[in-house]
């Protein structure tokens, strides 16, 4: 039996969208598993590494930025996206100018940064809070906004309940492995 010890591989993703829409949670959750109901408003780290056993012995890392409390200033700047891998883009269901502003966030992404190859950071579109009932986008909705606007995927989640976490950022890790 042959084992193969491939070179690790970093990548930096960051995760953007409007204030509360649970960015910071969803970070939590995939890093830690956890879920705290408090909201921690600027307070937090600024990011965090989660490491994943990948195909083939393969271990990937994830620098996952957090934009902690930034975000309801102002735009983020080029020092921030400099040598982004990946990106999420995150809103609120139950809050449609949230669902709204991705638009800005995404070109806010594409106008300050591209891969190294001048391709477009690969970027996920992420409905979060699918445990509430108040639903205020329609799926139908976002189906056609995420090809229209050239996200790689979109997926609803829970950073509460845990749903979809682990699939979304997946799915983007196999995109960024492509691109490699
Ligand atoms: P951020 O400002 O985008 O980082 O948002 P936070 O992660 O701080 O979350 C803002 C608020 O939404 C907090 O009260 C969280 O507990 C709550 N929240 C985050 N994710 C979810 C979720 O998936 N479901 C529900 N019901 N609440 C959530
Ligand atoms: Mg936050």
Same mark, same amino acid.
């Given at each position: 039996?042959?084992?193969?010890?491939?070179? +690790?591989?970093?990548? $930096?993703?960051?995760?953007?969208?409007?204030?509360?829409?649970? $960015?910071?949670?969803?970070?939590?959750?995939?890093?830690?598993?956890?879920?705290?109901? +408090?909201?921690? =408003?600027?307070?937090?780290? &600024?990011?965090?590494? %989660?490491? #994943?056993?990948?195909? &083939?012995?393969? #271990?990937?890392?994830?620098?996952?930025?957090?934009?902690? =409390?930034?975000?309801?200033?102002?735009? /983020?700047?080029?020092?921030?996206? $400099?040598?982004?891998? =990946?990106?999420?883009?995150?809103?609120?269901?139950?809050?449609?100018?949230?669902? +709204?502003?991705? *638009?800005?966030?995404?070109?806010? *992404?594409?106008?300050?940064?591209?891969?190294?190859?001048?391709?477009? #950071?690969?970027?996920?579109? *992420?409905?979060? %809070?699918?445990?509430?009932?108040?639903? %205020? #986008?329609?799926?139908?909705?976002?189906?056609?906004?995420?090809?229209?606007?050239?996200?790689?995927?979109?997926?609803?989640?829970?950073?509460?309940?845990?749903? /979809?976490?682990? &699939?979304?950022?997946?799915?983007?890790? +196999?995109?960024?492995?492509?691109?490699?």
């Amino acid at each position: 039996r042959r084992s193969r010890i491939l070179p +690790e591989k970093l990548f $930096k993703v960051i995760i953007i969208g409007d204030p509360t829409v649970g $960015k910071t949670s969803f970070i939590q959750r995939y890093v830690q598993n956890s879920f705290t109901k +408090e909201y921690k =408003g600027t307070v937090g780290v &600024d990011f965090a590494l %989660k490491v #994943v056993h990948w195909y &083939d012995s393969q #271990v990937v890392k994830l620098q996952l930025w957090d934009i902690a =409390g930034q975000e309801r200033f102002t735009w /983020m700047t080029r020092v921030y996206y $400099k040598d982004t891998h =990946g990106c999420v883009i995150m809103f609120d269901l139950t809050n449609k100018n949230s669902f +709204e502003n991705t *638009l800005k966030w995404k070109k806010d *992404l594409d106008g300050k940064c591209t891969l190294s190859d001048g391709s477009p #950071v690969p970027c996920m579109l *992420l409905a979060n %809070k699918c445990d509430l009932q108040d639903r %205020k #986008v329609h799926q139908a909705d976002i189906e056609s906004f995420h090809k229209e606007n050239n996200f790689i995927g979109w997926t609803e989640t829970s950073a509460k309940e845990g749903l /979809m976490v682990n &699939d979304s950022m997946k799915f983007l890790i +196999e995109v960024m492995m492509q691109h490699e």
